[in-house]
Nanobody
Framework: QVQLVESGGGLVQAGGSLRLSCAAD????????MGWFRQAPGKEREFVSA????????VYADSVKGRFTISKDNAKNTAYLQMNSLNPEDTAVYYC???????????????????WGQGTQVTVSS
C-alpha cells in the first residue's frame, strides 16, 4: 500500500512561514511527479504546486507564485513545500499527492494524481 504522510502544518500569523513535508514510499517518490493541493473551508480543492520526479522542473498556482517553493530530497524520499509570506487566504488543509509512476508530466489537475496523503491543516491568523 502506497503511503504519503504529510507533516508541518500548524497555526502561524500573517507574514509568517511554514514548511510542509511529505514522506513517500521510495518506489513512488523516485518515479512519480509530486504535487501539493489545498482545500479551504467551503471551497473546492485546488492545485498549489508540482515537481517532476526527474529533474527539477516545477509549476505553481498564480496565487502562490513567488511565495511558495516546492522541492524534493531524494535521499529522504521527502517532498517539501516552503511557504513564506503567508496570509489568511492560505488557510486550508494541504494535501500531498503523487502522480502516475513513470510519468514525465508536470500535472496540475487532481485526476492526474494517483496517490494522496491524509492532509495537514494550515491556519494563518490575521
Amino acid at each position: 500500500q502506497v503511503q504519503l504522510v504529510e507533516s508541518g502544518g500548524g497555526l502561524v500569523q500573517a507574514g509568517g512561514s511554514l514548511r510542509l513535508s511529505c514522506a513517500a514510499d521510495e518506489r513512488i517518490f523516485t518515479h512519480a511527479p509530486m504535487g501539493w493541493f489545498r482545500q479551504a473551508p467551503g471551497k473546492e480543492r485546488e492545485f498549489v504546486s508540482a515537481i517532476k520526479w526527474r529533474g527539477s522542473l516545477t509549476v505553481y498556482a498564480d496565487s502562490v507564485k513567488g511565495r511558495f517553493t516546492i522541492s524534493k530530497d531524494n535521499a529522504k524520499n521527502t517532498a517539501y513545500l516552503q511557504m513564506n509570506s503567508l496570509n489568511p487566504e492560505d488557510t486550508a488543509v494541504y494535501y500531498c499527492a503523487a502522480g502516475l509512476i513513470g510519468s514525465f508530466s508536470l500535472p496540475t489537475r487532481e485526476n492526474e494524481y494517483a496517490y494522496w496523503g491524509q492532509g495537514t491543516q494550515v491556519t494563518v491568523s490575521s
